[in-house]
């Protein structure tokens, strides 16, 4: 076969305005058939032209990276300085610099190194798979594994993978509004479209990035990865999520460290200069200083407690996609879910099918099944429960002529069948919609009613009473067709209505008490369907769930944003509502100040998914919902998510703790330098002994991370919380500084210690002080009743280890070290031992939150 000897690379000839050529054309220029590709061609074609894949962007070199962190402005700093200590002979301070340097980065690259691949790791598990043919057959393959020439057949809640062209398509209506800006679906026909010039005039072809929202289609790929359409926005915009409110918050924390830091490097060195010490040496001082009072390991600490917080939340059975969601979760305190397999079982039985006399009629039934066998759109369990309820049972051999997919702004399908030489157009849907299109009934007899106000508000009370017993209801209605082909668009009018079909979709066993934990982690549960009203609220009632006020679709229509958002406070249910409704309830929480969490699985859900702060998902979602989602929960259990919020907010606490411990020792330090520069006659360290400071008491850090959470921080959401922050550090800090100012005394005033033994002693005070305390402070309990976690004790212990043995160490007069005495060492113990004690006692002003 030709196809099997050189497959073309995607060439621009054939991706430039490719909607220009008509189906055949491009079929034979790729060497494809509508068959597909055969498996080995397609594996050639793949290693030839790379995966299907954009801004998936492969991870920087080794050495880029490394370049790419020594041009940050503080390695910068400790490099200028460095060559300063080398031109100038000071060989000790030139080798301590550089390990310092070399020390921070390589930690700072394994670990992120560590948490990337964490994150890749979990993104693959979650990857979205597409059916191409592959020798003729249907396969399922990893989106990145399509190639040009591919046939991938395509159906309602799936992404388009790749550029391409339609070979089939049925009712296939498609959101383009990533690529166009057009919010509303357009139809894609077959065919060549010579006049388009832009994308959103090809209507015979399919674009990656989009989504089929309705219908389905067979489409031809053309281009893929970053050849694409969408790949080239994509590529050109780089988009990165945009900052959560705990980032911001980071930021502006960074910011204003920044600039005190800044402030205090100068007065310092400005202090120094004045009092006419050693230019050079003040200023390495003052730049050592500048390094030490960054918390330079933020993102580290960051990006490493996110990754453990993914991995742990992945063992949860929750994977998450976009790390920084895991502050997101932490802090909702609304969930907003739809109800079709996260409250109830999703398992589908059909346990009835009345006629309008309110009595079982097969034909009803019948008719359902026929629609719902043809159906080619999205399959609901609604059809599947119809399929599975006429297996066994004469069907009749009827055949399709065309189809109306389903959408959820019409809510329903419509079927042209044929039978025996009768045509009829059978149509489905919401009982609501589906009265009002009906114009006649048929009962029992075979013979044709009017559809009179009796008989409607009959049908309506037959509906209620079911609906009221959490029954969810599907109106039945027909008409002749005998002439027609197509469906029209007016076709749907003046049907006959046969019948309800009665489905019962028993509400989750474990949805009761996962909603009640979720409540007792203060988040409020928000249940947001499609379906009717007093279904919705069967449903509730009985999953005990506490929620009050109902707004329907219809009511939600008339109300404006504003006033919408003075409503969904109060409302805790909202049925019949559209996707684009599901939208505005969203942005109304979040306009109210709450942090929102979206959680479904339909195409009617992805843009609500998209629009909330996180976006859930469950593994066997449409392709749209967990595409849009922040979060999958891979077992489709409200209790997974429970665990999930836990893990998220410990992540948060975690990060806190080691904030807190930066901001307050930072601060405390800040002061006592300052201090130190005006009454000391010396340098209080050298730049060496505070870099060293620095690094030890850097990697002293690296086991909070692992630590556990106060319960009390797991309880309920947690914000970014600046004023509880500036609080913590204005009691912390100082009195760290009170310490070390008592330190200064002794040391001077009790011990008169020369300056070596000063630096020696002032030193490990120091450094004992700023590690120990994280014990105090890791919780808000008492501290001798909770255990730290072992990697949290190793990293400390060893921290403070290492800084006691420094100035005992052979090369210690190198770094102007000289070993203190046992007196002295002891009276430091006690001091250190003081420190923790009032620390202790004075948290519990410190730590209390204000959120
Ligand atoms: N296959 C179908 N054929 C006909 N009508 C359907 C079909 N699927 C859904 N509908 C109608 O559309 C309505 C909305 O769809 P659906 O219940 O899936 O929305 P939803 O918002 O996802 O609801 P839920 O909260 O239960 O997940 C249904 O209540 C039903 O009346
Ligand atoms: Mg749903």
Redesign the pocket.
């Known amino acids: 076969m030709s196809r099997a000897l050189a497959a073309p690379a995607p060439s621009a000839d054939v991706g430039d305005a490719f909607w220009k050529s008509d189906p055949d054309a491009l079929l034979a220029r790729l060497l494809s058939a509508r068959e597909g590709l055969a498996q080995t061609d397609a594996d050639a074609r793949l290693t030839r032209n790379g995966p299907n894949e954009i801004g998936e962007t492969a991870p920087r070199h080794i050495v880029v990276d490394l370049l790419h962190r020594l041009a940050n402005p503080l390695i910068a700093i400790l490099l200028v300085a460095a060559a300063i200590a080398g031109a100038t002979g000071d060989l000790a301070s030139f080798l301590i610099i550089l390990a310092v340097v070399i020390l921070s980065t390589l930690l700072d690259m394994v670990q992120e190194h560590r948490a990337q691949a964490t994150a890749a790791a979990l993104k693959r598990s979650i990857a979205l798979h597409a059916s191409v043919l592959r020798d003729g057959h249907p396969t399922e393959i990893p989106i990145n594994a399509i190639v040009a020439g591919d046939v991938v057949q395509l159906c309602a809640g799936d992404l388009v993978p790749a550029d391409g062209i339609a070979l089939a398509a049925n009712g296939a209506q498609v959101n383009e509004a990533l690529l166009t800006g057009e919010p509303y679906p357009v139809e894609k026909r077959v065919g060549a479209n010579p006049e388009a010039s832009t994308p959103a005039e090809a209507t015979g072809a399919l674009f990656h990035g989009t989504s089929v929202i309705a219908g389905t289609a067979t489409m031809l790929v053309v281009e893929t990865s970053a050849r694409t359409r969408f790949g080239a926005i994509a590529q050109s915009l780089a988009v990165a999520p945009a900052p959560t409110a705990f980032e911001r918050g980071i930021h502006k924390l960074g910011m204003l460290i920044a600039r005190l830091t800044i402030f205090l490097v100068l007065f310092v060195l400005l202090a120094h200069l004045a009092l006419g010490r050693p230019p050079l040496q003040s200023f390495l001082f003052a730049m050592a200083l500048a390094v030490g009072l960054t918390p330079e390991l933020l993102p580290m600490i960051m990006t490493v407690s996110l990754a453990r917080g993914a991995r742990r939340m992945a063992s949860a059975r929750v994977v998450v996609k976009r790390l920084s969601a895991i502050h997101d979760l932490g802090e909702m305190d609304v969930l907003c879910t739809?109800?079709?397999?996260t409250l109830?079982e999703a398992r589908i039985t059909l346990v009835g099918h009345p006629g309008i006399d309110g009595e079982d009629d097969d034909r009803v039934a019948e008719l359902a099944a026929i629609?719902?066998r043809f159906?080619t759109g999205?399959?609901?369990p609604?059809?599947e429960a119809l399929i599975t309820h006429m297996t066994g049972r004469p069907q009749g051999d009827w055949t399709k002529l065309d189809e109306r997919p389903?959408d959820?702004e019409r809510?329903?399908?419509s079927v042209l069948a044929e039978h025996q030489g009768e045509r009829i157009e059978i149509v489905?849907?919401?009982?609501e919609t589906m009265l009002a299109l009906c114009r006649q009934a048929r009962d029992r007899s075979g013979a044709l009613v009017t559809m009179d106000e009796a008989l409607r508000s009959r049908l309506i009370a037959l509906h209620d009473e079911r609906a009221a017993q959490g029954l969810?209801l599907?109106g039945v209605a027909w008409k002749p067709a005998p002439d027609q082909d197509r469906i029209g668009d007016t076709d749907e009018d003046g049907l006959i209505f046969a019948g309800y079909c009665v489905f019962v979709d028993p509400p989750k066993a474990s949805a009761a008490d996962a909603v009640a934990r979720l409540e007792a982690a203060g988040i409020r549960i928000k249940?947001?369907?499609?379906?009717?009203g007093a279904v919705v609220e069967h449903l509730v009632a009985n999953l005990a769930l506490p929620v009050e006020g109902l707004l329907t679709g219809e009511e939600i229509a008339r109300l404006d944003d504003a006033a919408l958002a003075a409503r969904v406070d109060s409302v805790d249910l909202f049925a019949r509502?559209t996707p684009d409704q599901k939208v505005r309830v969203v942005r109304a929480l979040r306009a109210r100040g709450h942090t929102v969490g979206f959680m479904?699985?339909?195409i009617?859900?992805a843009p609500a998914i998209h629009a909330a702060d996180v976006g859930l998902s469950v593994d066997g979602a449409t392709d749209v919902a967990r595409e849009a989602a922040d979060m999958i929960l891979l077992a489709p259990d409200l209790g997974v998510l429970a665990d999930g919020v836990a893990e998220g907010r410990r992540t948060y606490a975690n990060i806190m703790k080691y904030i807190r411990m930066g901001t307050s020792s930072n601060f405390g330090n800040m002061l006592t330098m300052a201090l130190a520069s005006l009454v000391l006659p010396f340098l209080p360290l050298t730049a060496v002994q505070v870099l060293l400071n620095n690094l030890i008491y850097d990697l002293s850090q690296i086991g909070i991370p692992f630590d556990s959470a106060d319960a009390s921080d797991l309880e309920r959401p947690r914000g970014w919380d600046m004023t509880g922050l500036v609080r913590f550090t204005a009691i912390m800090g100082p009195l760290s500084s009170l310490f070390d100012i008592a330190t200064f005394a002794l040391l001077l005033e009790i011990f008169h210690v020369d300056v070596a033994t000063f630096r020696s002693a002032w030193f490990i005070e120091s450094m004992a002080t700023q590690i120990l305390v994280v014990f105090i402070i890791r919780t808000a309990r008492p501290a001798w009743t909770g255990r730290a976690h072992i990697a949290l004790v190793v990293t400390a212990l060893g921290g403070l280890l290492a800084a006691l043995a420094l100035p005992f160490l052979p090369f210690a007069p190198l770094l102007d070290f000289a070993p203190p005495s046992g007196m002295l060492l002891g009276a430091i113990a006690l001091l250190v031992l003081a420190y923790l004690v009032i620390s202790e006692g004075m948290k519990r002003f410190a730590l209390r939150s204000t959120s």
């Open positions: 739809d109800k079709t397999g109830t629609n719902a159906e999205l399959k609901s609604l059809d389903f959820f809510r329903r399908v489905k849907g919401a009982p969810r599907l249940v947001i369907s499609g379906d009717a509502v479904g699985d339909g009617n859900d």
